[in-house]
């Protein structure tokens, strides 16, 4: 441990985090650029497809509690870097799923993607745990925006890439390249993840400034002393009865059905609806993930800024998740143009505005009981991504009895209406929850 200057660690942790997130989000979004390649092989219409592109959020969702139960007991590092290796073993599986026979290739993957989902469960909560720790509260909102960045990340980066993977190759190359891609970052990870108070190169400077400023420095060194078992229905019912967490949770959802709709239908809309080839969509669907990116950060940024200016945490962080779901509202205009260029513009303000809101994750961070941040955060992402499970099949089951995306992209622009509702007349004040020794005593038995 360095004590000659205050090192800035932190800032490597959440350039890892984001990294390992934007993998993750790649995994989830491979299906959708290879959506229509698929279609033609396994023979699927786009209802099929809709419950194959939520098969991953089926076992993410019921995999959520106990991922944080995982993390709150053993560490941050080892149940994160183990999801890592799980789910690059799934990804290389999946492409040799579209070598079986047709008619048990769609089982056969459906079974794949919710192994993966399962598999990737502590991957967000495991992200809250970690910043909660190596980040004070002033900095926690850009922290946490630059990680939950990766999901815009993933199409700039993956959609390009596996566009021209699997117009060039095919679609099972896609998943192998993703798989031997997250193996190498699994090495990665375990080579240079560590509790705050354990890095090697950290100043006992930077240790105070954390915890001066509220980071929870020593929550998760990463031992192997194993930590209280937050797991239980006692400590669930805990969190469900404050009625600001529920708020957060709803919001939460309807937020988590804008990035579903992105990751999922997006790419296919625009290669369905606007009638572009695979190749352009992946880089077509760049430029509005790159404007989620730019929100994101900036949504952060301004956020932390707000805090600094009115000492609120009410006021950071609500006043961007509105502003940025009024922006979303705008993808519904895509229905009264044929101007192919309009659509990308307004889906880029719809994708800024989501990047720009979305700050779920720096708000669980600050109210979270102390002890129970792994177990907050998974039931916060539970209820976030059934949207996961919903979104894609609604979807799906829309576009298929209409034949037009048109109330599909309605529909997902009223769930941005929803987030604002919730955040503004459910939540109230946005505070830490204190829980009494005896309701935790309690909550354990």
């Known amino acids: ?19 390992a997130s ?61 999801s890592i290796i799980g789910w690059s073993l799934c990804s290389i599986v999946a492409g040799f799923a579209g070598y ?34 190596w980040f004070p509260a002033a900095e926690r909102g850009r922290a946490s925006a630059i990680f939950n960045s990766s999901q815009y990340f993933a199409l700039v980066f993956f959609g390009p890439l596996m566009g021209w993977v699997v117009t060039h190759r095919n679609w099972q190359a896609c998943f192998w390249l993703g798989g031997i891609m997250s193996l190498v970052l699994g090495v990665v990870w375990f080579r240079t993840i560590y509790g705050v108070k354990e890095h090697p190169t950290i100043s006992q400077s930077e240790i105070e400034y ?34 600001m967490l529920v708020g957060i949770y709803i919001g ?57 200016r009115t000492g609120s945490l009410s006021i950071a962080r609500k006043t961007p998740i509105v502003l940025g779901m009024l922006c979303s509202l705008t993808m519904i205009g895509c229905n009264y143009t044929d101007s192919t260029t309009l659509v990308i513009a307004l889906m880029a ?7 720009f809101g979305a700050l779920g994750w720096p708000v669980i961070s600050d ?7 792994g177990l907050n955060g998974s039931l916060f992402n539970l209820f976030g991504n059934t949207a996961g499970i919903l979104t894609p099949i609604v979807i799906g089951a829309i576009v298929k009895k209409t034949g037009s995306f048109n109330l599909a992209l309605v529909y997902v622009g009223l769930m941005a209406l929803g987030a604002i509702v919730s955040y503004l007349f459910l939540v109230g004040e946005i505070k830490r929850v204190e829980f009494t020794p005896e309701q935790m005593e309690g909550a354990r038995a």
């Not at 786009?46 to 592109?53: D, E, N, R, V």
């Not at 730019?294 to 949504?299: D, E, M, R, V």
Request: hydrophobic fraction near 50%; proline fraction near 4%; aromatic fraction near 14%.
């Open 1 to 19: 441990m360095s004590d000659s200057k205050q090192t800035r660690i932190r800032y490597f942790i959440i350039f890892m985090l984001f990294v």
């Open 22 to 82: 934007s993998f993750s989000y790649g995994d989830r979004v491979v299906l959708s650029i290879v959506g229509v390649a698929l279609q033609k092989q396994l023979h699927v219409d786009a209802l099929k497809l809709g419950w194959l592109l939520s098969a991953f959020s089926w076992a993410y969702v019921v995999a959520q509690l106990p991922a944080g139960g995982l993390l709150d007991r053993f560490g941050s590092k080892r149940v994160y870097g183990y």
């Open 100 to 133: 079986l026979p047709v008619a048990i290739a769609f089982g056969a993957l459906f079974f794949i993607r919710m192994l993966s989902g399962a598999i990737q469960a502590p991957v967000f909560p495991g992200n809250g745990r970690i910043v909660a720790a």
């Open 210 to 243: 954390i915890e001066q400023g509220g980071g929870l420095a020593g929550m998760d060194n990463g031992t192997a002393k194993k930590g209280p078992n937050t797991l239980t229905w006692g400590a669930v019912k805990l969190l469900l009865g404050e009625r």
């Open 252 to 308: 939460q959802y309807c937020i988590t059905s804008l990035t579903w709709f992105f990751l999922t239908w997006f790419p296919i809309y625009l290669s369905q609806a606007r009638h572009m080839s695979m190749l352009k969509v992946g880089f077509a669907a760049s430029f509005p993930a790159m404007c989620g990116v730019a929100g994101g950060i900036l949504g952060g940024v301004v956020s932390d800024k707000l805090l600094r």
């Open 349 to 355: 303000l719809a994708f800024f505005g989501k990047g």
């Open 367 to 373: 109210v979270s009981p102390r002890n129970m941040i």
